[in-house]
């Protein structure tokens, strides 16, 4: 099993930069894919972004290509999130999850974090 911790979401500025964490514990983490997932209420979760075990591949979803940046650092189980120029429209709760292999579809992962609220404002 695996547990997943997200932390730094908050409330920003339109054209802000935000940066989210996701800690986790209770097997390997490094033969793990992991992935950034968001949900607004009343939608489906979207995919944002996944990096393969090694951080060798990383996949973005096309509205946040070339403003967020996932990477992990597997010496302290922790895959990040940066992200730039936030807009309106990317205000949700993040949810970090996990997986064997990497997927860009929310019902392939099985393990998952409790999320973290980001909201940009105008």
């Known amino acids: 099993q695996v547990q997943l911790v997200e932390s730094g979401g908050g409330l920003v500025q339109t054209g802000d930069s935000a940066n989210l964490s996701c800690a986790a514990s209770g097997r390997t983490f490094y033969n793990l894919a992991m992935c950034w997932f968001r949900q607004v209420s009343g939608k489906e979760r979207e995919f944002v972004a996944t990096?393969?075990?090694?951080?060798?591949?990383?996949y973005y979803e096309d509205s946040v290509k070339g403003r967020f940046t996932i990477s992990r650092d597997n010496a302290k189980n922790t895959v990040y999130l940066q992200m730039s120029n936030l807009q309106r429209e990317d205000t949700a709760v993040y949810y970090c999850?996990?997986?064997?292999?990497?997927?860009?579809?929310?019902?392939?992962?099985?393990?998952w974090g409790q999320g973290t609220q980001v909201t940009v404002s105008s």
């Open positions: 990096v393969s075990w090694s951080g060798d591949n990383t």
């Open positions: 999850a996990a997986s064997r292999r990497v997927w860009t579809t929310a019902p392939n992962y099985n393990h």
